[in-house]
């Protein structure tokens, strides 16, 4: 599966942003969907995953109550809204399928990642 990203850019603190993450290829339906992040000089970390119906969410502690991730699956398509964003939550932020939900926040075991888009939130 083919991912690509989109929707990122420059933020001030407080601000919202939504981010897109387009699916082609095999059936969207059959993966466990997520986002991640990589900071500059850290390691990419897991930020939200949504299960293949979309009925079940999990997020990291860091962005729970301000970000919610959804998914259409007529569209092939998640979404991250990302609301009250802090300077902190400035990075490259990838899109994610995974075949195993066990594995969907483990960037390690992810089986397909899009090309990531940039978010910088100012001060």
């Known amino acids: 599966v083919q991912l690509q990203a989109s929707g990122g850019g420059l933020v001030q603190a407080g601000g919202s942003l939504r981010l897109a993450c387009a699916a082609s290829?095999?059936?969207?339906?059959?993966?466990?969907m997520g986002w991640f992040r990589q900071a500059p000089g850290k390691e990419r970390e897991f930020v939200a995953t949504?299960?293949?119906?979309?009925?079940?969410?999990d997020y990291a502690d860091f962005v729970k109550g301000r970000f919610t991730i959804s998914r259409d699956n007529a569209k092939s398509t998640i979404y991250l809204q990302m609301n009250s964003l802090e300077p902190e939550d400035t990075a490259v932020y990838y899109c994610?399928?995974?075949?195993?939900?066990?594995?969907?926040?483990?960037?390690?075991?992810?089986?397909?990642w899009g090309q990531g888009t940039l978010v910088t939130v100012s001060s």
């Open positions: 994610a399928a995974s075949a195993e939900s066990r594995f969907a926040r483990v960037a390690g075991r992810v089986d397909y």
């Open positions: 290829g095999r059936s969207f339906s059959i993966y466990v």
């Open positions: 949504i299960s293949r119906s979309g009925s079940s969410t």
